[in-house]
């Protein structure tokens, strides 16, 4: 297990080195995201074993029933997955950063919470580019005026956007919906609001890493390249179980 693990991880470093290299681009600017949803903390542990320092849990009870082995790793946790607002004070025991922040009554639970417990945070704002129902996220049409109510939020810090792209077996379908992500983020630019000039991008996963890179993804989201497949149960695709 381990051995495989490690040589997966070696082999996913390679994709992103080249993607990388096709595209210009820094490979110090993308950082590898480890997906974990339902992987054991054993094999977790083998990956930071190995250097790598970011991972990403879907389930707040996932978060939980790890902890204990992770807690004192050197590792920082993201929550990548839908988070219901009954469940943010439980995540943020956990956590340094919610990637996948849609509307707006979840951002002032975080924001109550955080107040309470006199912190900030770094989120994500989470967006449907590819406009499916089976996906959560704010339409893109959206993300601008979302940005700007949340932007006074002192405890929130708005890091960058998340998307999860089209999965589709033509390549040339899965780009318009990494793209637009990079499209949303330079609209938010121009509209120079004060501390927004280095919002970071999280999208690409083991299916569409490569593309996710080529437009401009800074985080991608890898579990099963990494991992293997898992069986997850009867439950049908949708973007908690894609990584």
């Given at each position: 297990m381990k051995n495989d693990i490690i040589f997966n991880l070696l082999?996913?470093?390679?994709?992103?080195?080249?993607?990388?290299?096709?595209?210009?681009?820094?490979?110090k600017d993308v950082q590898l995201l480890l997906a974990t949803k339902t992987?054991?903390?054993?094999?977790?542990?083998?990956?930071?074993?190995a250097g790598e320092t970011l991972m990403g849990e879907n389930k707040m009870q996932e978060l939980r029933d790890k902890d204990f082995e992770l807690k004192n790793m050197p590792v920082e946790r993201h929550f990548i997955g839908h988070l219901q607002t009954n469940k943010v004070k439980d995540v943020l025991k956990y956590v340094s950063c919610i990637q996948s922040v849609d509307r707006l009554n979840l951002a002032d639970e975080l924001h109550k919470q955080l107040q309470n417990q006199n912190r900030k945070l770094d989120i994500f704002v989470q967006v449907n580019t590819s406009y499916e129902e089976s996906k959560f996220g704010l339409p893109p049409d959206e993300v601008l005026s979302f940005i700007?109510?949340?932007?006074?939020?002192?405890?929130?810090?708005?890091?960058?956007?998340?998307?999860?792209?089209?999965?589709?077996?033509?390549?040339?379908?899965?780009?318009?919906?990494l793209r637009l992500l990079r499209t949303i983020r330079d609209e938010i630019y121009a509209e120079g609001i004060e501390g927004l000039t280095d919002l970071k991008l999280s999208m690409g996963m083991s299916q569409d890493l490569e593309l996710a890179i080529a437009e401009g993804s800074n985080i991608v989201r890898i579990g099963t390249s990494i991992f293997g497949n898992r069986f997850l149960g009867k439950e049908i695709w949708n973007e908690n179980i894609a990584e």
């Open positions: 082999k996913v470093h390679q994709r992103i080195e080249n993607a990388c290299k096709i595209s210009g681009r820094n490979p992987v054991p903390a054993a094999k977790i542990k083998i990956a930071i074993e700007k109510k949340i932007k006074s939020y002192e405890t929130l810090n708005i890091k960058g956007l998340m998307t999860i792209g089209l999965l589709d077996v033509e390549k040339q379908k899965m780009i318009p919906s």
